[in-house]
């Protein structure tokens, strides 16, 4: 098996780019799936995210931090653009045609994983409290599965700002929960 490609490499070879995509799409769906409930709003949001990444290939910067945080920064603004212009987003996946290309497997397969986040999905509903700055970090941390490295990187802040906030968040979450959640440190 060939390295793994340059996130550079993605916006001018085909090859590099599936197997970019390969490497991380399932990380992306989880991503996603948590934070919207319909199937067909999560696949075109992870094509979103995929489509975002091949256009900003050549901005990244391997000084701020790994392709896979950079990528669930993506992710997030993709995702929170989706939250803030939904009416416009249901407007233009009608006009997409895309949906059609989804099998009745697919389509299946993508509602489990949501019913699969389920859980996520409460917790990123207790999360809404935080301060935007503690919630954003949580949800990479805990919910995502970055370490804190990463999600300081992803969020432009240095590593000793993310420990301070995330131990704050926990504190507070660990107080908000009527049960305890398991939480990365």
């Known amino acids: 098996m060939d390295a793994l490609p340059t996130v550079a490499a993605i916006g001018r070879d085909p090859d590099a780019l599936e197997r970019f995509y390969r490497e991380h799409v399932e990380a992306v769906q989880r991503f996603v799936a948590r934070r919207v409930t319909s199937p067909h709003d999560a696949a075109d ?28 920064g993506i992710a997030r603004n993709v995702v929170a653009m989706h939250h ?54 949580v ?6 599965g970055l370490p804190l490295v990463e999600a300081a990187a992803a969020l432009g802040i240095t590593p000793g ?18 049960t305890p959640c398991e939480v990365q440190s």
């Open 45 to 72: 949001l992870t094509a979103d995210v995929f489509l975002a990444a091949v256009g900003s290939c050549g901005r990244y910067r391997a000084s701020s931090g790994p392709p896979r945080a950079w990528l669930f």
């Open 161 to 178: 700002n993310a420990r301070v906030r995330y131990h704050r968040a926990r504190r507070a979450l660990t107080t908000a929960l009527p």
């Open 139 to 144: 949800e990479l941390v805990a919910v995502d």
């Open 84 to 137: 803030r212009s939904s009416r416009r987003a249901m407007q233009a996946s009608h006009r997409i045609s895309g949906r059609a290309l989804l099998t009745d497997d697919a389509l299946e397969r993508i509602a489990e994983r949501i019913d699969d986040e389920r859980e996520g999905r409460r917790l990123h509903a207790a999360l809404s409290d935080l301060p935007a700055s503690q919630q954003a970090l």
